[in-house]
């Protein structure tokens, strides 16, 4: 065999492949880093473009499209999003973290879709964070839509649970959420859920026309055999009887709005052909209406023992009665008879809860239920009618004989001597004496102004006398009854026999005997009141004026029945002088009063008390 070189021990040439493999992957992994740092310079330098260009700090040649100005703008809301919800999270912001999730939540239904999956997962990032807090709310709605059904079912019994617990928190809102909830779950198809959340309806709540379907859905869902299915259809039926009457009287109330009373008669009279059942919102807000009229006419006991009567009122159905309102009301004529369109209301307005609560809070103080009557204060003196907690309190302070806490008041005397003639053939009278103060500190308070209240059975005199500097007044153009005798020298007297806001009584002399009298009206609400004044009331009253030796005197004599009735043994009242002077030219007016009411007008809040001790 002939030898090779190989064989011969001839070293052979070392090979070069594994050398140029391993500078390939050098030079590949050298290209790869320096592929990622160009990369990396023109993404920085791009998100750098961009910032500038959306904080136009970056001056172009061409316009900025303003598709790429949007999609930037959403990809910089995404981000800043989930950073915001990372952020909180990190830090157990809750607050923050519950607005960023509903933020980017409500952001991807916008501009993705409401159905999209990174919607669901951050909802249910929220409620797993939140749990059953009452923010988390929404959250549990939006993961209960049919659209996630397939995905979420099996969650849906701590869902209910979750809405179900935070509707407990809610108080009057409680059974509405629920109900809603079983209409969610009936369209889910969800009906063992659905009967579980309408139990507990049944259990919150009694049947009312809030309640109704839910509570005929709920036995159309239970077994015949089920006893609280027979009870519900119970309720259903003593419901059915309420509505009626419920119905026929909002129908009637519409009515009697549609011709307003302007006499307590004449409301009375309307009263009277009301549906025969028991009390509701529709009846009592009429009965609060007539309490109103009869103040009107100074018929102080009347309303008052109406105000007793609403007081006793289960008003339980007031809600009820708003949603009935709801609803358009028409007439439907019966067939075959002629179309007799009565006044048509298209729009009933609902029960009047305010004045129903108010003469309801008067009954409770006149019967001496305190506690109660506070805890109806507390309810009706807030928001808008706030200012009126103070003279509500002073009321209750009154009726309780703590006088000590009114802010200005005075006691009157029973006298047996010395009383005035216009008081024949009267042996006694009631007598107090007020002494005015001036109203700003420019009026000179050396002028001395004061009154007397004599009362009788029957009568009223006031003798209220008026020192006074100058010589001569100037002359009275005002001689004629019920004339503007304010713009002159006068005095003031003003009655609140309810001690309250509806009506007073105001009754101006001047200096020479000529008499305006007036029942001042609120037209307006408790809170926003509006007065305007009513000169065509007129009182049997008599007022005479003279000189004295120090100034004038007006003696005023009127009809007790009205001012001052005889059941009632306190009103606000309150005296006040308007004297003109002339000084450079102009007519200036100093005010005196008693009441702490200055220079405001229709304040019967700032009246004092005059109270008959018996």
Same mark, same amino acid.
């Given at each position: ?7 011969? =021990? ?13 500078? =390939? ?9 320096a592929l990622i740092l160009v990369c990396d310079r023109l993404v920085r330098a791009r998100q750098s ?8 700090? %970056? ?69 797993? %964070? %939140? ?16 659209? &996630? ?16 617990? +935070?509707?407990?928190?809610? @108080? ?78 909002? $129908?009637?109330?519409a009515n009697v709005l549609a011709k307003p009373a302007t006499s307590a008669a004449d409301l009375e ?5 009301? #549906? ?17 009229? !009869? ?12 105000? +007793?009567?609403?007081? =006793? ?15 358009? !009301? ?27 609560? +108010? ?22 003196f807030a928001s808008d009618m706030k200012s009126l907690r103070k003279p509500a309190d002073d009321e ?28 024949? #053939? ?10 005015? $103060?001036?109203?700003? $500190?420019?009026? #000179? ?54 001690? &309250?806001?509806?009506? !007073? ?25 509006? !007065? ?11 007022? $005479? ?6 100034? &004038? ?27 003109? %002077?002339?000084?450079? @030219? ?21 009246? @004092? ?6």
């Amino acid at each position: 065999m002939t030898a090779t070189a190989t064989d011969v =021990g001839h070293t052979p040439r070392p090979t070069t492949r594994p050398r140029r493999r391993r500078v =390939g992957l050098l030079l590949t992994a050298a290209s790869a880093v320096a592929l990622i740092l160009v990369c990396d310079r023109l993404v920085r330098a791009r998100q750098s473009l961009i910032t500038g260009l959306l904080a136009h700090d %970056v001056q172009v040649l061409i316009p900025f499209a303003d598709t790429l100005t949007s999609k930037a703008e959403k990809k910089t809301t995404w981000n800043n999003l989930h950073a915001q919800i990372a952020a909180a999270r990190a830090s157990n912001n809750r607050p923050v973290f519950v607005k960023s999730s509903y933020d980017l939540a409500t952001f991807i239904e916008a501009e993705l879709s409401p159905d999209d999956p990174r919607r669901r997962q951050v909802l249910l990032d929220l409620v797993a %964070v %939140v749990g059953e807090a009452p923010e988390a709310a929404d959250a549990y709605w939006n993961l209960l839509s049919p659209t &996630w059904r397939k995905e979420l079912q099996p969650a849906y019994p701590s869902y209910v649970s979750a809405v179900s617990h +935070i509707a407990a928190t809610k @108080g009057k809102e409680n059974v509405s959420i629920l109900i809603r909830l079983a209409e969610v779950l009936r369209e889910s198809g969800e009906t063992q859920l659905e009967t579980q959340v309408l139990r507990s309806v049944h259990s919150a709540a009694p049947v009312t026309v809030m309640t109704a379907d839910a509570m005929t859905r709920l036995v159309s869902l239970l077994p015949p055999t089920d006893v609280e299915r027979t009870a519900v259809t119970e309720q259903l039926a003593l419901y059915e009887k309420r509505r009626v009457h419920l119905t026929e009287s909002m $129908k009637w109330y519409a009515n009697v709005l549609a011709k307003p009373a302007t006499s307590a008669a004449d409301l009375e009279a309307q009263r009277a052909n009301a #549906p025969t059942g028991p009390m509701n919102s529709f009846i009592a807000s009429v009965d609060a209406r007539l309490v109103e009229l !009869y103040l009107r006419d100074g018929r102080v006991a009347d309303a008052n023992r109406l105000r +007793i009567a609403i007081a =006793g009122y289960d008003l339980g159905d007031t809600e009820e009665a708003s949603v009935l309102v709801s609803h358009t !009301y028409s007439e439907v004529p019966s067939p075959g008879k002629p179309v007799k369109t009565p006044p048509k209301v298209t729009n009933i307005p609902m029960p009047n809860l305010p004045a129903i609560q +108010i003469s309801q809070w008067r009954g409770l103080l006149l019967t001496g239920k305190m506690t109660e009557a506070d805890q109806l204060a507390d309810l009706v003196f807030a928001s808008d009618m706030k200012s009126l907690r103070k003279p509500a309190d002073d009321e209750k302070h009154l009726l309780m004989g703590q006088l000590s806490k009114l802010p200005t008041f005075l006691t009157l005397e029973k006298k047996t001597d010395n009383l005035p003639p216009e008081l024949s #053939p009267a042996t006694e009278a009631w007598y107090g004496k007020f002494t005015l $103060k001036p109203s700003a $500190k420019a009026t #000179p308070a050396n002028v001395q102004s004061a009154a007397e209240l004599w009362l009788s059975d029957d009568k009223g005199v006031i003798v209220f006398n008026a020192d006074e500097p100058r010589k001569d007044l100037p002359p009275s153009k005002m001689t004629s009854r019920d004339q503007d005798v304010w713009k002159e020298n006068c005095v003031e007297f003003f009655f609140d026999p309810d001690r &309250w806001f509806d009506v !007073y009584f105001q009754i101006d002399v001047n200096s020479v005997g000529t008499a305006m009298d007036a029942r001042i009206l609120n037209s307006g609400s408790t809170s926003r009141r509006q !007065y305007k004044t009513d000169k065509t009331f007129n009182l049997d009253l008599s007022a $005479k004026a003279s000189q004295t030796a120090t100034g &004038w005197q007006v003696r005023l004599v009127f009809p007790r029945e009205k001012l001052f009735p005889k059941d009632i043994n306190a009103i606000k009242f309150n005296v006040r002088r308007m004297r003109q %002077v002339t000084e450079k @030219g102009q007519t200036i007016l100093q005010m005196y009063t008693w009441g702490p009411s200055g220079t405001a007008d229709h304040r019967p809040e700032q009246f @004092g008390w005059v109270v008959i001790r018996k």
